[in-house]
């Protein structure tokens, strides 16, 4: 019992605070992973795949998701939605699998009030503000309009590190990788509340 | 400042669940630890040690102490009192220490809503009641009147697992004691509120 259940991990943190490259320095060492694909109706961009980037949906179909009840969490940013399918999450859950969100601060509340029972969060933040900066403009794949934008939603975002469970500092790729895999592991040792209250029953029946 | 700082660790489940020797399996894996000693005010038995099992202290001391807001968590048991010192629990944590305390659920209800942002709790359950029933008459330290008390005390302690972070079922020693020491291990890497208000602070003042 102690071993077969799935659970979540939530990787939150600013673009730049390195959460792709943290994640595939761990990957290989934390078991078998669901990485969650978000759905979106923002337009597909250059060198971007359908079902590997993202889910690509219109605006319609993903109205008619919101009705039927098929998200997890969804939010509106900018006038375009981002939201995480349930059903994908759910298969993988039976599976054992570790189901990893890289979602931001609203989606993990979603998360973590629905399935906080097998849910660990994280939130990954860059050292400081400039080295925030220098790693935007480094990357020369934004805009300065773009990199401004990320900035003060990286601020705003920060200011909520206390609803996570644990912060990493990722200021040293193989330190911050060592604290991710500790992290990972212990968070798959998360049991179901159903499970829990089976067990729990079991103790109640007997005199 | 991902690693320095001092977390706690709280483990609870009932008489016979195994925590001891759990602990024992796991101490000198996970990393400095300060092995909290509870205080009571219980007559001492024969082969116990003051310091090494309890603090013994009379009536009046301890009374003095709860007025003195000495204690982290205290209560009353059947007319004894017991509780947690802050003093020597603070020191540890200075020292970048885990500090481990076995109490109760009710003691964990406490340190958890006092200092929750580095407290990490565990419930270490037996497998079944007939198992406990077994390993507390095998241990033959018991009259079967404790034996009675101790399993009523069980039986409501485990319906409040869901308050805890992890259940570990003990049915097997060494796949148990690899869940704690992964849960053991993460659980250190918890930042303290103040700090965190700190590293966000700095995020906020830059322009």
């Given at each position: 019992m102690n071993h077969n259940t799935g659970a979540i991990l939530v990787l939150s943190g600013p673009s730049g605070a390195?959460?792709?490259?943290?994640?595939?320095?761990?990957?290989?060492?934390?078991?078998?992973?669901?990485?969650?694909?978000?759905?979106?109706?923002?337009?597909?961009?250059?060198?971007?795949?359908?079902?590997?980037?993202?889910?690509?949906?219109?605006?319609?179909?993903?109205?008619?998701?919101?009705?039927?009840e098929m998200f997890l969490e969804y939010a509106n940013v900018h006038g375009n939605y981002y939201g995480t399918s349930i059903k994908p999450?759910?298969?993988?859950?039976?599976?054992?699998?570790?189901?990893i969100f890289d979602i931001?601060?609203?989606g993990n509340t979603v998360v973590t009030n629905r399935l906080g029972d097998i849910t660990t969060s994280v939130f990954i933040s860059p050292p400081t503000l400039s080295e925030l900066k220098h790693r935007l403009e480094a990357r020369k794949t934004d805009a300065q309009d773009v990199i401004?934008?990320?900035?003060?939603?990286?601020?705003?975002?920060?200011?909520?590190i206390s609803e996570y469970d644990y912060l990493i500092i990722n200021?040293?790729?193989?330190?911050?990788?060592?604290?991710?895999?500790?992290?990972?592991?212990?968070s798959r040792l998360k049991i179901p509340g159903d499970e829990i209250n089976e067990f729990t029953r079991k103790w109640e029946d007997i005199d």
């Amino acid at each position: 019992m102690n071993h077969n259940t799935g659970a979540i991990l939530v990787l939150s943190g600013p673009s730049g605070a390195g959460k792709s490259t943290l994640l595939k320095e761990v990957i290989n060492d934390i078991g078998e992973c669901y990485f969650s694909i978000s759905t979106t109706t923002r337009p597909i961009r250059d060198g971007e795949k359908n079902g590997v980037d993202y889910y690509f949906v219109s605006k319609e179909e993903f109205q008619k998701d919101i009705e039927d009840e098929m998200f997890l969490e969804y939010a509106n940013v900018h006038g375009n939605y981002y939201g995480t399918s349930i059903k994908p999450v759910k298969k993988a859950l039976k599976l054992g699998k570790l189901v990893i969100f890289d979602i931001d601060v609203q989606g993990n509340t979603v998360v973590t009030n629905r399935l906080g029972d097998i849910t660990t969060s994280v939130f990954i933040s860059p050292p400081t503000l400039s080295e925030l900066k220098h790693r935007l403009e480094a990357r020369k794949t934004d805009a300065q309009d773009v990199i401004d934008k990320r900035i003060k939603m990286a601020k705003k975002e920060i200011q909520r590190i206390s609803e996570y469970d644990y912060l990493i500092i990722n200021d040293n790729l193989e330190d911050a990788a060592d604290i991710l895999r500790t992290i990972a592991k212990s968070s798959r040792l998360k049991i179901p509340g159903d499970e829990i209250n089976e067990f729990t029953r079991k103790w109640e029946d007997i005199d």
